[in-house]
């Protein structure tokens, strides 16, 4: 099952400019995570909030959570043609297994030099 | 370096047959999970293990084994009942609390 789902699926700006990526989710959550993926390799953890966190800060990185609309956004400033990859967020839900984190879709972005 | 090593980074499979992906983290990390990944989505969970000896089916086992024997190693095995293996399949660990995954570079598998 899909809990997160993000927006837009698909992201083109140039080199300098911020970009933006949100992701919904459904249920309740303990915290949430994105991550980046370059092209065919595996996915690198980017930052986490928790769920009693609104906003946190990781060199050009900044995360908002908000709780009450089951919302989240990845703001990526300056940004290189590096950072071109997909980035997904992640929700870790109470209950059951602690460890078990849900995946959204994806949201490609693409920094043209 | 601490990390994971999955392999062999592409595998192709006859029809009918069964093939096996490893997966191998020196991290020490307790929790290990296998995802599949088809292109353009979001990964999907196949298995997880909290700890040796146990584990626990996620949204998709259906045609998929595991075993966990050791702590540092979670191989999947892709039996001849999934219908379509065809896909990119990503091990990850954790430690308890899910305080961020660390993946494993990724198996190719292709269908020939």
């Known amino acids: 099952s899909q809990q997160g789902e993000e927006d837009p699926q698909a992201l083109s700006i140039q080199e300098g400019e911020n970009a933006t990526m949100n992701c919904s989710y459904k249920?309740?959550?303990?915290?949430l995570q994105w991550y980046r993926q370059n092209s065919g390799r595996g996915l690198v953890h980017l930052i986490l909030i928790r769920s009693n966190e609104r906003e946190k800060h990781s060199g050009r990185l900044r995360v908002t959570l908000d709780t009450s609309k089951k919302s989240s956004s990845l703001l990526i400033t300056a940004s290189r043609a590096a950072d071109t990859a997909s980035y997904f967020c992640a929700t870790h839900t109470y209950g059951g297994y602690t460890g078990k984190l849900i995946f959204g879709q994806g949201t490609t972005l693409q920094v043209k030099p | 370096d601490g990390g994971i090593t999955q392999s062999p980074k592409y595998l192709f499979r006859k029809e009918g047959q069964n093939v096996t992906l490893s997966c191998e983290q020196n991290?020490?990390?307790?929790?290990m999970y296998w995802y599949r990944q088809d292109p353009g989505q979001g990964l999907r969970l196949i298995y997880y293990?909290?700890?040796?000896?146990?584990?626990q089916k996620g949204d998709i086992a259906e045609g998929y084994s595991v075993s966990r024997e050791k702590k540092e190693s979670f191989p999947l095995t892709v039996t001849s009942a999934q219908k379509n293996p065809t896909a990119f399949y990503l091990c990850?660990?954790?430690?308890?609390?899910?305080?961020?995954?660390?993946f494993g570079s990724g198996t190719r598998l292709t269908v020939v």
């Open positions: 293990s909290q700890i040796v000896n146990d584990f």
């Open positions: 249920t309740s959550i303990n915290n």
């Open positions: 991290l020490n990390h307790d929790a």
């Open positions: 990850a660990s954790s430690t308890e609390g899910a305080n961020g995954y660390t």
